[in-house]
């Protein structure tokens, strides 16, 4: 079962491809719970007893672990010091792509990508954590037409517009 982790920028023509298990080195993609937090202000009323709070909005923070066995130490070394470079080029807004090494798949819209950390090291595996501000969890469907029907994911439906 392949499981991955894919962030396509709006902005950008090509996705940034963070971890694959079919790559040769990737060996587990988890994900946490998203945890989310509240924006609030406190504006100070005239002649008021307390501030009063004004509610700004909400974020939502999802941190994904890749494990990575490589070949030799120094495969290892090179891909802990080189990786930091690549991880400057991911920029912008847009649709993060997540399979866990459970089989279960999400897919976030108004994501973006905010940190990575090598957070385990011994020898030759590695794991490195992601961290992404995510907007609305969405489920995606295949839309087929063929002739007069219509399938959504394999089942027949009628569409009326």
């Avoid at 902005?11 to 298990?21: E, P, Q």
């Avoid at 202000?41 to 909005?57: L, M, N, S, T, Y």
């Avoid at 957070?119 to 995606?140: I, K, L």
Wanted: charged share 20%; hydrophobic share 45%; glycine share 10%.
């Amino acid at each position: 079962m392949a499981a991955y982790l894919i962030f396509q920028p709006y902005n950008a023509a090509t996705a940034a491809i963070l971890a694959r298990t079919d790559d040769g080195q990737t060996c587990t993609v988890s994900a946490a719970a998203p945890n989310a937090s509240r924006i609030s202000d406190e504006i100070g009323v005239v002649g008021a007893a307390r501030p009063r709070k004004i509610f700004r909005g909400g974020t939502v923070s999802l941190e994904i672990a890749v494990g990575r066995r490589f070949g030799s130490y120094q495969e290892a070394e090179e891909f802990a010091h080189l990786h930091a470079k690549k991880m400057l080029a991911v920029k912008g807004t847009g649709i993060l792509r997540l399979k866990t090494s459970l089989g279960t798949e999400f897919v976030y819209r108004g994501a973006f990508f905010d940190d990575f950390s090598q957070t385990n090291a011994a020898g030759v595996w590695q794991e490195t954590s992601y961290t992404f501000s995510v907007g609305e969890c969405v489920s995606e469907f295949a839309l087929s037409v063929l002739e007069n029907r219509v399938s959504i994911g394999g089942v027949e439906v009628l569409l009326s517009l």
